[in-house]
């Protein structure tokens, strides 16, 4: 079994990103979000970590760090939602769409995951604001 006690955030997210990974690597991807409920500032440290992951220029990192961030918002509560919710990260998540930004860099599949992932927020969490 690959789970390590004790590693640190980063570790675990370029363990679950790793743009080696042929597929979504889940024991990883549920040690982050293990992770990041156990520590103080695991929420805050985390939405860095993946916004450096989202913007990668490699699409298969990116879609992989996408769905960290869609399992991290499953299963790590309100305080990663909070994070989350927050001008500075939902900005960086426009980034990735708009082409005043990094838009006309981005593949379709990393917009079209961004986009609904938006969406399905806004269905999912109606009264977190």
Known sequence: MAYQEGESLESWLNK??????????????????????????????????????????????????????????????????NEVGKYRFLNELIKLVSPKYMGDNVSEKVKAKTIEMLYSWTVAFPNEA
Not at 34 to 42: F, H, M, S, V
Request: glycine share 6%; charged share 25%; with cysteine.
């Open 16 to 81: 679950a990103t790793h743009t080696t990974n042929r597929q979504e690597d889940w024991e990883y991807i549920i040690g982050f979000c293990d992770q990041i409920n156990k520590e103080l500032e695991g929420p805050q440290i985390a939405v860095k970590l993946l916004v450096h992951k989202i913007h990668s220029p490699q699409e298969w990192e990116a879609l992989q760090g996408l769905t960290v961030l869609e399992a991290c918002m499953k299963n790590c509560g309100r305080r990663f939602h």
